[in-house]
């Protein structure tokens, strides 16, 4: 079964930086938007950021403007999220996930594979 997988997460303290990575392995990234997603502890998963097939970037999230970043290298199938100057409200569960249509959305019920997720956490 298909199912992509990030890592990258960890413990880092307020101000520091991490990259998340995705790897989608099988899929055909052409034809694959692709998101990240990200549940605190007693809230709702969000979306972030999305990345088109041809790049271009959807941010959806007011909170992580001008402090993430999504890429993707289609080449290697993999998906990044370069996330700056963390704070601890950043603490969450985050998730990659693929739709397969070239057009984003932050709809959690439009995505068609999710990630197992990997832990951030932000702390001094």
């Known amino acids: 079964q298909l199912q992509p997988v990030e890592s990258g997460g960890g413990l880092v303290q307020p101000g520091e930086s991490l990259r998340l990575s995705c790897e989608a392995s099988?899929?055909?990234?052409?034809?694959?938007?692709i998101g990240w997603f990200r549940q605190a502890p007693g809230k709702e998963r969000e979306g972030l950021l999305c990345?088109?097939?041809?790049?271009?970037?959807?941010n959806y999230a007011d909170s992580v403007k001008g402090r993430f970043t999504i890429s993707r290298d289609n080449a290697k199938n993999m998906v990044y999220l370069q996330m700056t100057s963390l704070k601890a409200e950043d603490t969450a569960v985050y998730y990659c996930?693929?739709?397969?249509?070239?057009?984003?959305?932050?709809?959690?019920?439009?995505?068609?594979?999710w990630g197992q997720g990997t832990q951030v956490t932000v702390s001094a």
């Open positions: 990345i088109r097939p041809n790049g271009i970037i959807s």
């Open positions: 996930a693929l739709r397969r249509n070239i057009v984003c959305t932050s709809s959690r019920v439009f995505q068609d594979y």
């Open positions: 099988g899929f055909v990234m052409d034809d694959y938007s």
